[in-house]
């Protein structure tokens, strides 16, 4: 079935450093790539999203790569601040069943100070 | 302007006993879904409804049904509650138009322990 690969599980950065989280997908037929962000005890919320007719998108601090071909796609975030930290999810849709979406098993970011 | 609103929050129950988590949205979204949380393993899919009067199987659909009372109501039932449904539960809505994928919207989540 289709499968989202997320790595690495854990990544601990010093404050001002650059953060990457990768994820690879199964499905060929995925054309919609979220990520989201959950704080302890909170929601999933959405930070960045990307559709498979565009290869990078950015939004201030946070950029997002795909490459169809190798069928990863990747989260970027610059000047990390003790407030990045949080767990983040990658997502890949299913073909095209509904705004179905399969989740990586997410990345737990520390940020030190 | 609540968003999506999962109730209740927190529950426990005892093994063999059923519920009904309820999920309700104002952003007159099309789609909802039922997701559950366990650690290590992300967000799985239970069951989603793209449409109102329409609901489908997810990634884990065994031991829970499903309702969409109308556009606006989405509810997870557990039958008869096992241990191994213990989760935290997340109900999320998109606009969803056509096939066109959207962001998904979630609500707080209700924390379920099964004794």
């Known amino acids: 079935g289709e499968n989202v690969e997320q790595h690495p599980s854990t990544l601990s950065v010093q404050e001002g450093d650059s953060a990457v989280i990768k994820c690879t997908y199964s499905?060929?037929?995925?054309?919609?790539f979220p990520w989201y962000k959950q704080e302890l005890g909170k929601r999933p919320q959405l930070i960045i999203d990307?559709?498979?007719?565009?290869g990078e998108k950015k939004d201030q601090r946070i950029a997002v790569t795909l490459n169809k071909t190798a069928k990863h796609f990747s989260l970027h975030i610059t000047e990390t601040q003790p407030e990045d930290s949080a767990v983040y999810f990658c997502?890949?849709?299913?073909?095209?069943?509904?705004?179905?979406?399969?989740f990586g098993q997410g990345t737990e970011l520390s940020v030190k100070p | 302007n609540a968003g999506v609103t999962q109730t209740p929050k927190f529950q426990v129950l005892k093994t063999g006993q059923s519920m009904t988590l309820q999920c309700a949205q104002d952003?007159?979204?099309?789609?909802m879904y039922w997701y559950r949380q366990d650690p290590g393993m992300g967000l799985r899919l239970i069951y989603y409804?793209?449409?109102?009067?329409?609901?489908d199987k997810g990634e884990v659909p065994n031991g829970y049904n499903v309702s969409r009372l109308n556009k606006r109501e989405f509810s997870l039932r557990l039958e008869s509650a096992a241990p191994s449904q213990t989760s935290v539960y997340f109900c999320?809505?998109?606009?969803?138009?056509?096939?066109?994928?959207?962001?998904?919207?979630f609500g707080d989540g209700t924390r379920l322990s099964i004794l």
């Open positions: 997502a890949a849709s299913i073909g095209n069943q509904g705004g179905k979406l399969i």
């Open positions: 999320a809505s998109s606009p969803l138009t056509g096939y066109s994928n959207q962001p998904q919207h």
């Open positions: 990307i559709r498979s007719n565009v």
């Open positions: 499905d060929s037929a995925s054309n919609y």
């Open positions: 409804s793209a449409s109102e009067g329409t609901t």
């Open positions: 952003m007159n979204h099309n789609s």
